[in-house]
């Protein structure tokens, strides 16, 4: 054994994220000295002995607590698996202020299984619109078939969130997803942490969670958790992955008492991610601040070239918000813009859609994050769902075009959306 191997080093001075993101949570002798994780795809584990059978199962079913300093056997792999355990350990490293994490298929087996481990009937959540169109779907039409009342705030109106978080009959949960997308509408976290924190709470009851869909700008760029939040969720799929190749979701949490409750449930509904998909977003990992910044320094050029071309009436940026309080949420929360924008064209959707079809560089597709670049029409797409007023709120109009900005070069991008303006 080397003494001086990274499963051995210890916390003696703090380390930075992509120092520890590449040196803790991954021991080599547990993967015969590789020095990548291996991938282990096995769906059940053999036990030392019967005893220890036992024992494993009275663990994982809440029976018996784990003693200090002893290990768990792995059972099966709908529950945990060592591909899940390496990526969770891995990925606490880039979240600041995160101790524990789970990971799940997809970003939606993330939000559902946290809602549905804390929510109960009678009970409401608060939250952001717009927000994920499925997290939306999934709190109007879903959990509101099972009596928890969803009451949505447009993101920007801090006062209509306080009051709501004040007022709420039995809040269990505030959801919160800053920036708001595809208007980059950012929502201060610290203030609704504080909103919170400030309930009176009356025994026996237990203070509504703060909850924050980090997928814009996480965890790269904007750290929830060191704002006062509870849990910390993110559709993997998009940063932390990269190349629009996989599907994954992560949650994190500063109390591990959060995920020990959410792991369970996990096991039940058999949200685990495969091992194959934790291997590979393990590999991702050391280079998400690497690819984010890239890709915001990209959008940052191309979102304030753009501003200035004729054929667009607006562009939603941080570094071009002009609001005060957005601006001011902006400098206090976010370490940079991030690599999202969306033009307003003059000519509606004929011309957002003439632009869509002109772009030889950015590809016409939604989702978000990956290293190539893409752009899409949220009104009839992302977005689609929403009413009319929705619409008119949330700022969605005919000849609004979102773009997720890559890794190519940023001047070839730009020729790229210069040349589809010059053709509607
Ligand atoms: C994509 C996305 C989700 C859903 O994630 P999936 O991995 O597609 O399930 C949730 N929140 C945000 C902000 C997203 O962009």
């Known amino acids: 054994m080397n003494p001086s191997h990274p499963g051995d080093r210890?916390?003696?001075?703090?380390?930075?994220?992509?120092?520890?993101?590449?040196?803790?949570?991954?021991?080599?002798?547990?993967?015969?000295?590789?020095?990548?994780?291996?991938v282990f795809r096995s769906s059940t584990y053999v036990f030392p002995s019967p005893e220890a059978a036992e024992r494993a199962f009275d663990i994982a079913?809440?029976?018996a607590h784990?003693?200090?300093?002893?290990?768990?056997?792995?059972i099966y792999s709908r529950f945990n698996h060592p591909n899940a355990q390496i990526l969770q350990d891995q990925i606490?490293?880039?979240?600041?202020?995160?101790?524990?994490?789970?990971?799940?298929?997809?970003?939606?087996?993330?939000?559902?299984?946290?809602?549905?481990?804390?929510?109960?009937?009678g009970q409401s959540v608060v939250y952001t619109i717009p927000i994920y169109g499925g997290t939306?779907?999934?709190?109007?039409?879903?959990?509101?078939?099972?009596?928890?009342?969803?009451?949505?705030?447009?993101?920007?109106?801090?006062?209509?969130?306080?009051?709501?978080?004040?007022?709420?009959?039995?809040?269990?949960?505030?959801?919160?997803?800053?920036p708001a997308n595809p208007t980059l509408v950012m929502t201060?976290?610290?203030?609704?942490?504080?909103?919170?924190?400030?309930?009176?709470?009356?025994?026996?009851?237990?203070?509504?969670?703060?909850?924050?869909?980090?997928?814009?700008?996480?965890?790269?760029?904007?750290?929830?958790?060191?704002?006062?939040a509870d849990l910390v969720v993110y559709s993997g799929t998009k940063y932390l992955s990269g190349f629009s190749d996989l599907l994954a979701g992560i949650v994190l949490a500063k109390d591990p008492a959060l995920t020990k409750k959410i792991g369970p449930m996990r096991g039940l509904f058999g949200t685990i991610l495969q091992p194959d998909e934790c291997w590979m977003l393990t590999g991702r990992l050391p280079t998400v601040g690497l690819r984010m910044t890239r890709a915001s320094k990209n959008a940052q050029r191309i979102a304030e070239h753009l501003a200035e071309?004729?054929?667009?009436?607006?562009?939603?940026?941080?570094?071009?918000?002009?609001?005060?309080?957005?601006?001011?949420?902006?400098?206090?929360?976010?370490?940079?813009?991030?690599a999202m924008f969306s033009l307003e064209l003059k000519g509606g959707k004929p011309a957002a859609f003439d632009f869509l079809r002109h772009l030889q560089i950015a590809m016409n597709a939604v989702s978000l994050g990956g290293v190539e670049t893409l752009a899409c029409h949220p009104k009839t797409t992302t977005h689609s769902g929403f009413t009319e007023q929705e619409f008119a709120q949330a700022g969605i109009t005919d000849g609004l075009v979102r773009v997720s900005v890559g890794i190519e070069h940023w001047r070839d991008l730009l020729s790229d959306f210069e040349q589809a303006l010059d053709a509607i």
């Open 10 to 38: 210890r916390e003696s001075q703090p380390l930075r994220p992509t120092t520890k993101v590449l040196t803790q949570g991954f021991d080599p002798r547990l993967s015969v000295g590789s020095a990548r994780p291996a």
């Open 61 to 63: 079913s809440g029976r």
């Open 66 to 74: 784990i003693a200090e300093g002893e290990g768990t056997d792995l």
């Open 92 to 121: 606490v490293n880039l979240e600041a202020d995160a101790t524990t994490a789970l990971a799940f298929n997809t970003g939606m087996a993330a939000i559902m299984t946290s809602l549905l481990t804390f929510l109960r009937p």
């Open 136 to 178: 939306q779907h999934f709190i109007q039409d879903h959990l509101s078939k099972w009596g928890i009342a969803g009451i949505p705030i447009f993101s920007g109106r801090g006062d209509l969130l306080a009051a709501a978080i004040a007022s709420a009959r039995d809040l269990g949960a505030v959801l919160l997803e800053t």
């Open 188 to 228: 201060d976290i610290r203030e609704v942490c504080d909103a919170v924190a400030a309930l009176t709470i009356s025994s026996g009851e237990t203070r509504p969670l703060v909850m924050v869909d980090n997928t814009l700008l996480g965890p790269a760029f904007q750290h929830p958790l060191t704002l006062g």
């Open 309 to 338: 071309h004729p054929k667009t009436s607006r562009v939603y940026y941080p570094t071009l918000f002009t609001d005060p309080e957005q601006k001011r949420i902006f400098k206090a929360q976010c370490d940079y813009p991030g």
